[in-house]
């Protein structure tokens, strides 16, 4: 029977999942909840593949995988950055992610325009120490705004789609334009978006030539008072230049599902320890910035998805099948 190393394994959450899908696909599994790691890599023996979440997968660490006759690096993630894809493809380790629904992010999106825009960090701040007065609370409703969507793919979409329910004029950008995205947004250049939306949303994958795409020079083409959602990587906004907008008034509120540097932080319980992110503390301490713990793909419909795609992805590799969940490097 042919086997997977499932790190990061969650026993409340993902095990039923994993132990339903093996079962069908007639997989072995070997069973980790810790991150993969140099003194961890002996678990691989007799592996082909790996499951993985957002740990990271270095160069050291796919040659030492890459050693132990690992071949197939599925990350139950869209998104693949926090692997080394150059060093993976130099020692001829192929990578694949998961394309759960795309509803759950999208909704999550809109959840965090709603929550910043109508002040409720603030609001809830206020009444946790039983303040009930108006003052300070007073928010602003949806159909007022032009928002913008940089990246229209299935994400991308589903947000425009909610979005047309509320009224508001919707704009976007994408490199590859969508047919579909036509029909309720109007496809402008980046600097026409950033000019013209009261609301930008940021939902495309982290790569080299988008790294710190909100950055200073970024921010000063926006309209005054603008507010950016983020549900999509953290290396796309550059957190010192996004503080320095808040703290200016040039930004008057933020929704982020994920930060830079993320790496190590999220997923784990920190409570007694330093936090060592001072953009995060710093983030944190604004009563107009909404901060969550990279959770927008976190819904039990996912959560069976994910794993689902995972091992059906690396089912599919060790059958020399075709994989639709194979990234293209």
Known sequence: MKKVLVYNMR?????????????????????CPNDPALDNVYLAEGCECLSIITTKIPADLAQAFYDKGIRFISTRTM?????????CKKLGIRIGNANYGTEGVAEYAVMLMLMTIRNIKYIMGKAAMHDFSLKGNCGRELKDFTVG????????????QLLKSFGCKI????????????????????????????????HMPLFQNNFHMINK??????????????????????????????????????GLDVVEEEFGLYYNDLKYGPLHHPGLAILNSFPNVVVTPHMAFYTDNDVASMVSCSLRSCKAFMAN?????????
């Open 11 to 31: 026993d409340y959450d993902e095990q039923q999942w994993y132990e339903k899908y093996s079962k069908e696909l007639g997989l072995e599994l070997v069973c």
């Open 79 to 87: 998104g693949y950055d926090h692997i080394d894809v150059n060093a």
């Open 149 to 160: 969507v940089i990246g229209t793919g299935r994400i991308g979409k589903n947000v425009i």
């Open 171 to 202: 704009i976007a950008h994408d490199l590859y334009e969508s047919e579909e995205a036509k029909k309720d947004a109007t496809y402008v250049t980046l600097d026409e978006l950033y000019a013209q939306s009261d609301l930008i949303t940021l």
């Open 217 to 254: 020079e970024a921010i000063s083409k926006m309209k005054d008072k603008v507010v950016i959602i983020n549900t999509a990587r953290g290396g796309l906004i550059q957190t010192e230049a996004l503080i320095e907008g808040i703290e200016s008034g040039k930004i008057a509120g933020v």
């Open 321 to 329: 099948e075709e994989n639709p969940w194979e990234v293209k490097l």
